[in-house]
């Protein structure tokens, strides 16, 4: 495969997983901004986003929740707000368009076409809510339409980075907001994990086993170790792991941090939380750098690097 299609296609599962875990982010902490009279809106607005990696605002100026939309959700020249996300998952799959399935094309290339009417006229939950619909409609199209080659693999690794990363500055939001961010069955809820985790712990519920179901649980998708796995797997599938290199890769990289998650007991995790949500992103980072060096040297500047809580 060309190295300019597996960049592509690696961008496009970016960028589909980008949108949609913003979009859940956004929803979550804007509706406890609503909920709650008591917390700062400034400062909570300011610490969603040095979560989410965008430039921190003006010292002294009032930020508002239209600040937080108008950064991570409408700004189409930002890669990392979500309609900037949608453009650039449609612009990747154009340039691989002769690899992707034509129900893959057709769905990101109409996401992109309905998205100035989509930001206009609906209200911000309804916003969320069609563009975690459109994403979960391109993942299933992925899944199910497109044979397990390359092709695959490359979008899929793609994804698993970027939900790893996401999920961790999903977790990461709770850690920085503490008792005045939202509650862990809250974040359960906006990742589609609530049932889940229910029937996991026949019932039980609590902090620590809602924070180890996110974080460790290896059979739900969305958990950053069933992610981190599933990047590896990819990797591995690409014939990475079994050469000797001095520069390390990125299956190395990944397999390192879940490790570092699995055998560490769950009250240490929780003790230094945000530090470890920064090193699960910082090895994705990383690990996005060792992909590209690898297999597309191309010299394209990675806008998702180096961002730091």
Not at 44 to 62: I, K, Y
Not at 74 to 85: H, K, Q, V, W
Not at 180 to 206: D, K, N
Not at 268 to 289: I, K
Request: hydrophobic fraction near 40%; proline fraction near 5%.
């Amino acid at each position: 495969m060309l190295s300019r299609i597996a960049e592509s296609l690696f961008w496009v599962g970016r960028y589909i997983e980008r949108a949609d875990d913003t979009a859940r982010i956004l929803e979550v902490h804007l509706q406890l901004l609503l909920e709650d009279p008591w917390i700062s809106e400034d400062l909570a607005c300011r610490s969603l986003l040095a979560v989410m990696g965008a430039p921190p605002p003006p010292v002294g100026s009032a930020v508002t929740p239209q600040d937080v939309l108008s950064t991570l959700a409408y700004d189409r020249l930002n890669p990392g707000s979500i309609a900037g996300a949608l453009d650039a998952a449609r612009e990747n799959a154009r340039r691989a368009r002769e690899t992707i399935s034509t129900e893959l094309w057709e769905c990101l290339n109409k996401t992109r076409n309905e998205l100035p009417t989509a930001i206009t006229s609906r209200t911000s939950p309804d916003f969320f809510s069609w563009v975690q619909e459109k994403s979960a409609m391109a993942t299933g199209i992925t899944d199910s339409a497109t044979a397990r080659d390359q092709v695959w693999t490359f979008l899929v690794l793609g994804r698993s980075i970027e939900r790893a990363d996401m999920t961790a500055r999903l977790v990461a939001t709770r850690a920085v907001a503490g008792s005045s961010g939202p509650s862990w069955t809250t974040l359960l809820r906006s990742c589609g994990a609530h049932e889940a985790f229910l029937r996991a712990y026949r019932g039980s519920a609590s902090d620590a086993l809602a924070a180890e179901f996110l974080l460790l649980d290896p059979l739900f998708p969305r958990s950053v170790v069933f992610a981190l796995k599933q990047a590896e797997d990819c990797l591995v599938q690409l014939g990475e792991g079994n050469e000797r290199s001095s520069n390390e890769s990125a299956v190395r990289i990944l397999g390192r941090v879940r490790s570092g998650l699995e055998f560490r007991p769950v009250g240490q995790l929780l003790a230094h939380l945000p530090d470890e949500m920064e090193d699960v992103q910082r090895a994705c980072s990383s690990a996005s750098d060792a992909v590209r060096l690898r297999y597309f040297p191309t010299g394209a500047h990675d806008d998702w690097v180096g961002e730091r809580l």
